[in-house]
């Protein structure tokens, strides 16, 4: 997450209006996930990729490493539906029989395998188009503005925040337990990550503490209310999303007839 | 002399038994340059946490322009919107992983109109310097730059008496003096700064008045060049004189310094007055 964050920040698409992307990945997703067309799913994991890199100006091998994590399970997921257990004699391309059950690769299993390969990795891209563009602070926002209750949107806030604080507190006595051979053999460093973690619990009890007076002597009355930057949309980028989005709808309608 | 702060035989003590206020009585001039000192543990932070309404006295009073605080929300919502306070570690204060948002965090529980927010969150701003920070994630800031817009959040509130809990520990010098600038240009403007620091060249060279807090009393108070020149309470509450006074004495005793019309406070004024 915190790799991710690096180039969020940066990128080249953050000012302008966040509803505009996290609407355009969610619409590009759902089209994804109806539209069952490998073709139309490698369009639109070659479009995200291209926005990415061309709009966004991140780089190609951030991307590449971000989508080779989800494929790591998705190839594991992949192999189970591509294998298919039957003791009736299937039309297998490849089989082998224990116990009476052939266990094998047919046709039909090896589509649908490949086409939850694709759909899959396409709304993955989708997603990743959405998190490496717009920070969370603006997702937060996005949600608020799709009218998510009020209470999520301050839990949301708050627990973005405050993973950074804790992160930092947990690093900050590992790196103090190191400097004084705390992690040296396993043993100490199983009793060093016991302390580390009852120290974090009681911190966290005290920094909540600490957060909830300066709230109050910020007028705090139970819920939190802020204000966010003024977005501005983008003309240039609205059009471009909605042509992309078209192409895709309009290459799938002609790949189905 | 117009008293916006004051306290009548404060006391509180915490859970586990700790004395932090013993029948503390002290009143703080409207428009002036405060500074609490003391050492570590002294009581500092606790009286800063009473005098906006977070802490209520066990007993004794405070009164805020002569009022006495009741406590009855609506006085506590006024009071908290008056005495601003910006703590020691910004990381307990800032919620948000957005600096725009934290910053409007106080005037949006003022209930102000969303136009004029937006104006006042600018300006304070470009006041802290942080005009530039505002598009960056509060986690990859620096600690200088935390405490610079944990100070606008509160600016943005627009206080009429301002608390700083040691607004310049662990900050470099250019920082500090930007701050120390920044204070003096929002006094200059009529808020009642408060500060607590254990500096004493930086007390001794900014502030009009000085109260001594040692272990939940206040065992002095007054004007700086009088207060540092008395050896008994500097070594009572464990204090160093600051060195320009320090030097002046010396250089007074040697006859090598003349007596100006005032006791110098910074550098530049002792380097004027030597023979």
């Not at chain 1, 717009?134 to 503005?145: A, D, R, S």
Request: glycine letters at 6%; proline letters at 3%.
């Amino acid at each position: 997450m915190l790799y991710i964050e690096q180039f969020v920040y940066s990128n080249k698409l953050r000012h302008t209006h966040p509803l505009e992307r996290v609407i355009f990945a969610l619409v590009t997703m759902i089209m994804a996930l109806i539209i069952k067309d490998w073709q139309v799913h490698l369009l639109i994991i070659f479009s995200m990729v291209i926005l990415l890199v061309y709009k966004a100006k991140i780089k190609a091998s951030v991307i590449l490493k971000l989508m080779l994590i989800p494929l790591g399970f998705l190839i594991i997921g992949v192999l189970t539906i591509a294998f298919q257990i039957s003791s009736a004699d299937l039309n297998y391309l490849f089989y082998f029989n224990i116990f009476n059950l052939n266990i094998g690769i047919t046709v039909s299993s090896l589509q649908t395998a490949f086409n939850t390969l694709t759909v899959s990795l396409s709304a993955v891209s989708c997603l990743y188009f959405m998190t490496l563009t717009t920070p969370m602070v603006e997702i937060i926002y996005v949600l608020q503005k799709l009218k998510v209750p009020d209470s999520i949107i301050e839990l949301m806030t708050l627990i973005y925040r405050f993973i950074f604080v804790f992160i930092n507190t947990a690093f900050n006595i590992y790196y103090a337990q190191q400097a004084r051979y705390g992690h040296s053999t396993f043993k100490k460093s199983l009793n060093s990550f016991a302390i580390l973690f009852g120290n974090l619990w009681g911190k966290a009890f005290f920094k909540s503490k600490n957060l909830l007076q300066s709230l109050e002597s910020r007028g705090f009355e139970g819920n939190i209310k802020v204000l966010n930057p003024e977005y501005s949309f983008s003309k240039n980028n609205i059009i471009s999303f909605v042509l992309l989005d078209l192409l895709i709808f309009f290459t799938a309608l002609f790949l189905s007839r | 002399m117009n008293y916006i702060l004051k306290t009548e035989k404060l006391n509180f003590s915490y859970m586990d038994g700790t004395k932090a206020l013993k029948e503390l009585s002290m009143k703080i001039p409207e428009g002036k340059k405060i500074a609490v000192i003391g050492n570590n543990g002294s009581g500092k932070t606790t009286l800063f946490l009473h005098f906006n309404g977070i802490h209520r006295p066990q007993s004794g009073n405070i009164f805020y322009r002569d009022k006495k605080m009741s406590y009855s929300s609506g006085e506590i919502k006024n009071i908290r919107k008056n005495v601003g306070i910006v703590f020691q570690d910004p990381d307990n204060q800032l919620f948000s992983g957005s600096v725009y948002q934290d910053i409007s965090y106080g005037p949006v529980n003022l209930g102000w109109d969303e136009k004029e927010i937006r104006k006042k969150i600018e300006e304070v701003m470009n006041q802290t310097g942080t005009f530039d920070l505002k598009d960056k994630p509060t986690h990859f800031l620096s600690y200088g730059q935390k405490k610079r817009v944990a100070i606008a959040g509160v600016l943005a509130m627009n206080p009429e008496v301002m608390i700083l809990d040691e607004p310049t520990a662990g900050l470099d010098p250019v920082f500090t003096s930007q701050i120390m600038e920044l204070l003096n240009d929002l006094n200059k403007k009529g808020t009642t700064v408060i500060i607590s620091s254990h500096n004493m060249d930086e007390v001794f060279s900014w502030a009009d008045y000085v109260f001594v807090l040692s272990q939940g009393e206040i065992i002095s108070e007054g004007k700086p060049e009088e207060l540092f020149r008395d050896a008994e309470v500097l070594k009572k509450a464990n204090l160093k004189k600051p060195w320009v006074l320090d030097m002046y004495d010396y250089l007074l005793n040697k006859g090598l310094a003349t007596v100006g019309d005032n006791i110098p406070r910074t550098r530049e004024e002792l380097l004027n007055l030597i023979k």
